[in-house]
């Protein structure tokens, strides 16, 4: 049975509701198996969050996340009310798994009125595991995808549980990917425990530099 909690920052103030960063107004999706990270990864955009003064609110679908069942969350950052976040309309979808990717991809809005359409980062070790149809349907859509072996990353780096770390690196190197890289490293300072914490900033900035050199590729 799937089990959902909540996550929210109904309590900011004025002065902190408005972060030097300017206006944000996120929706993101999460998702993986048990055993990945999802909700580590949840941790470090909610503190950069709540760090920055963002209102937040969102939710954790856990499912069987101790079996390597479904993990999904649910995270907006900005003026939202509601948890979750409706099929169509997310800005970011971060997958650590590919199953899992095939099945949130509809959660990412397409462009329209001018606006880009969402982004979505995948970790996957066959960067065309995606058949055709997919991709054309998401091209046509104007959602941009891009696939990473982060597990071979973070295997290489001798961390393979910080697969979530250098996927949301990758991420991070995208020009329209709305968290600085610097603020994230700082929010994985504070949350990784601290036997990782080392290690971890390392697998992010390897991360974040093949993510600039194939992401460019692709832009």
């Known amino acids: 049975m799937n089990q959902q909690s909540a996550i929210c920052n109904p309590c900011l103030s004025g002065r902190q509701a408005h972060s030097a960063l300017g206006k944000m107004n996120i929706q993101m999706i999460i ?31 856990h499912g069987m ?3 390597g069942g479904s993990v999904i969350t649910y ?5 939202f009310n509601n948890p979750l976040v409706k099929r169509g309309s997310a800005n970011i979808l971060l997958s650590l798994e590919r199953n899992e990717a ?5 959660y990412l ?22 058949n055709d149809q997919i991709r054309n349907y998401l091209k046509e859509k104007g ?37 600085p ?18 290690m971890s900033l390392k697998i992010f900035d390897k991360g974040f530099i093949e993510g600039g050199r194939l992401i460019k590729k692709e832009i």
């Open 31 to 61: 998702s993986g198996v048990g055993g990945q990270g999802v909700l580590l990864v949840t941790r470090i955009f909610s503190d950069f969050a709540l760090r920055e003064g963002y209102p937040l609110i969102g939710s954790e679908d």
């Open 65 to 67: 996340s101790q079996r």
């Open 75 to 79: 995270l907006k950052i900005g003026d």
């Open 102 to 106: 095939l099945k949130t991809l509809n």
């Open 109 to 130: 809005r397409p462009s329209a009125n001018g606006q880009n359409g969402g982004l979505g980062f995948i970790n996957a070790s066959d960067p065309n595991y995606m």
């Open 143 to 179: 959602i941009e995808i891009y696939i990473f072996s982060a597990d071979r990353v973070a295997s290489e780096m001798g961390s393979v549980q910080s697969t979530n770390i250098a996927l949301i690196g990758f991420a991070s190197a995208h020009p329209r990917f709305p968290f």
């Open 181 to 198: 890289p610097e603020k994230l490293r700082q929010s994985i300072d504070r949350v990784t425990p601290p036997k990782f914490r080392e």
